[in-house]
């Protein structure tokens, strides 16, 4: 299918839209979908879906794995991890959200942003806004989570944000171990370090993570990058 955009940028445009105009935000996203040809949102998502980076990213994962996306803001990478999450309930699995950023109705906005249906979903999918958000409080949170879901934490650099936390690098090596033993997909959404600049390099990578405290890169298997509509995938190590 041929867009006059990208669609991160669409939805960018549809976001301004609906401020703009004092208007929902599906109807902008409407809006915006009768202009590229399409009789509403969701029609043009299911057009898109068959071709989206997440679906061909979902194509490469396998339970156990730890998943790095890195963006700058506004570069769709929330959007991307939510999306990785829908494409494992239309697997038939689970999907869990972590989140330090979001509100439930930020969340449920986004469902409509990416054309996914909530009510298909409510069964599968489970999300946590908690200010307690740490390795300890997603395994306790996950501990009869079914092999197979996916599970989103937003975000990397806020796990040890508070000092009674254990360091991150620890985390994550518990979260990993965790994943492993129980056939779990957990994908980290990943801040990017201001030094990057898109005029040298389309599209950032792994020396590009902004690492405030010490983490070892290679305990993710694969990652992802966007910048500008690109998605790059490729295995960390």
């Given at each position: ?231 790059r995938f490729q295995a960390a190590s």
């Open positions: 299918m041929k867009l006059s955009a990208p669609l991160y940028y669409l939805k960018r445009k549809a976001r301004l839209l609906s401020r703009k105009e004092n208007i929902p935000l599906h109807t902008a996203l409407d809006h915006i979908a009768r202009q590229e040809g399409y009789s509403g949102w969701s029609l043009l998502m299911a057009r898109a879906s068959a071709s989206t980076p997440a679906g061909k990213l979902f194509s490469l994962l396998a339970p156990g794995d730890l998943v790095l996306v890195g963006a700058r803001p506004g570069q769709g990478k929330t959007l991307m991890s939510l999306e990785l999450a829908v494409e494992a309930m239309k697997a038939g699995d689970r999907g869990m959200f972590f989140t330090l950023e979001y509100t439930e109705r930020d969340i449920l906005n986004r469902f409509h942003v990416i054309g996914a249906e909530w009510e298909r979903f409510a069964g599968l999918f489970a999300f946590d806004c908690s200010d307690a958000i740490s390795a300890d409080h997603i395994m306790e949170r996950l501990a009869s989570a079914p092999r197979g879901t996916l599970v989103v934490i937003d975000y990397l650099q806020l796990l040890d944000q508070k000092r009674e936390n254990p360091a991150l690098a620890v985390q994550v090596r518990a979260l990993k171990s965790f994943a492993r033993d129980r056939g779990l997909i957990m994908v980290f959404i990943s801040q990017i370090d201001r030094s990057y600049d898109p005029s040298r390099k389309p599209c950032p990578d792994i020396g590009d993570v902004r690492l405030p405290n010490p983490l070892d890169l290679t305990l993710f298997d694969k990652t992802c990058f966007l910048n500008n509509g690109e998605a």
